[in-house]
C-alpha cells in the first residue's frame, strides 16, 4: 500500500515536472508571438502556465484580427503589462462583478462608458472633481 502510494506520487511529480518544462519559455517563442507579445517579454517566463495559454491564443488569433482589434489588444497588453499585482487583481474583480451582473445592467454600463469617453477633457475632470452621488442601498445602483 505504502509503495503504491510512493509511486503514485512520484509518477505525479514527474508528469507536473513534465507538463512545466512545456511551457515555452520566451526564448522559445516564435518572431510572430514576440512580437505580438512584446509587452510581456519581460514577465513571461514568470507568468502561470493558464496565463501563457492564454496569451499563446491571443497570438495565434492576432493574424485573423482586423486593425482595430489588433490595436486594441496591443494597447491592453502595453497596459496590463504596467500594472502592479495588486492592479490586476482588482482589474480581474472588477471583470468578475461586471460578468456577473444581469445583461441589462451590463449594456448599462457600456452605454455610460460611451457617454463618459464622448465628453471633452474638462467635462471629464469636472465629472471626476464633482461630489459623487449617493449609492442606493442595494450597491448596484438599483
Known amino acids: 500500500m505504502v509503495r503504491t502510494f510512493i509511486t503514485i506520487v512520484i509518477l505525479l511529480g514527474a ?7 512545456n511551457e515555452p519559455k520566451w526564448a522559445q517563442l516564435t518572431d510572430e508571438q ?19 495559454e492564454k496569451m499563446l491564443d491571443i497570438a495565434r488569433d492576432y493574424p485573423k484580427m ?5 490595436q486594441r489588444v496591443q494597447k491592453r497588453l ?3 503589462s504596467r500594472m ?10 472588477q ?6 451582473l444581469p445583461p441589462d445592467k451590463q449594456e448599462e454600463l457600456r ?3 460611451r457617454e463618459y469617453q464622448k465628453l471633452s477633457e474638462a ?9 459623487p452621488e449617493p449609492v442606493p442601498e442595494d450597491g448596484l445602483g438599483n
Open 15 to 21: 508528469t507536473l515536472a513534465a507538463h512545466a518544462d
Open 34 to 52: 514576440r512580437q505580438v507579445l512584446a509587452p510581456l517579454n519581460g514577465e513571461w517566463d514568470t507568468l502561470r502556465p493558464w496565463q501563457r
Open 66 to 70: 482586423s486593425k482595430d482589434q489588433q
Open 78 to 80: 502595453s497596459n496590463w
Open 84 to 93: 502592479t499585482p495588486y492592479e490586476r487583481e482588482n482589474a480581474r474583480k
Open 95 to 100: 471583470y468578475q462583478q461586471f460578468n456577473s
Open 111 to 113: 452605454r455610460k462608458w
Open 123 to 131: 467635462e471629464r475632470q469636472k465629472q471626476i472633481n464633482a461630489p
